[in-house]
């Protein structure tokens, strides 16, 4: 009788020593205690969370990235395209001396995303294995050059930095055009001629 009377004891003392736990059926120790922080204040152990404009700006350049399958439709224009429309693309890309934004035909402003499309259509188009042009070979080539220029965030720098000295320099031929066009007006209405 009396173990018995040690053994409820010792249960009353491990009780009064932990109350806030209790064993559930199983042997699962159950709180029974205040709650604890509320579910949105509670943080898992490790380093902060980014903020979510961070997290938003990287999914935006994974999107981005060339991984994954071809567009859906890049593959059925490229079934339906014929031998002369194939042809033609292959003309137009060694034609082209506006660069790589007229290789890929995209605007300069063009995103990452907008570039691979292109490049994928293109591609299924000037490819030698699916074009018959005896030049398919090398307007491949050309194309494949102008979408690693414009992905290349150093070639993307540059090429940027020439169509702004472009841009100047056209406004800069303009304004002079139209102040030498200014000034032979006012020597006409003066009466005299100006040389050229």
């Known amino acids: 009788a009396q173990a018995g009377e040690e053994d409820a004891g010792a249960r009353s003392t491990l009780a009064e020593a932990k109350p806030e736990l209790e064993p559930k059926r199983g042997g699962a120790t159950a709180f029974i205690g205040p709650a604890g922080p509320p579910q949105e204040r509670r943080r898992a152990a490790g380093p902060a969370r980014p903020p979510q404009e961070y997290l938003?700006?990287?999914?935006?350049?994974?999107?981005?990235?060339?991984?994954?399958?071809?567009?859906?439709?890049?593959l059925v224009e490229a079934r339906n395209a014929t031998q002369g429309d194939r042809a033609e693309?292959?003309?137009?890309?060694?034609?082209?001396?506006?660069?790589?934004?007229?290789?890929?035909?995209?605007?300069p402003e063009a995103a990452a995303a907008?570039?691979?499309?292109?490049?994928?259509?293109?591609?299924?188009?000037?490819?030698?294995?699916?074009?018959?042009?005896?030049?398919?070979?090398?307007?491949?080539?050309?194309?494949?050059?102008?979408?690693?220029?414009?992905?290349?965030?150093?070639?993307?720098?540059?090429?940027d930095a020439q169509l702004e000295d472009d841009r100047l320099w056209e406004m800069a031929e303009a304004e002079a055009l139209r102040m030498a066009q200014a000034a032979q007006f006012a020597a006409m209405q003066q009466g005299k001629t100006l040389k050229e």
Do not use: T, Y
């Open 89 to 107: 693309q292959v003309e137009r890309i060694l034609a082209c001396k506006g660069g790589a934004f007229d290789v890929l035909d995209v605007e």
């Open 56 to 74: 938003d700006a990287v999914r935006e350049e994974e999107d981005e990235v060339e991984a994954g399958p071809m567009p859906k439709a890049a």
């Open 114 to 159: 907008a570039i691979k499309r292109n490049f994928w259509k293109l591609s299924l188009l000037v490819h030698p294995d699916k074009c018959d042009h005896p030049q398919a070979k090398d307007a491949f080539a050309v194309l494949s050059k102008a979408k690693d220029q414009l992905v290349d965030p150093e070639e993307r720098k540059k090429m």
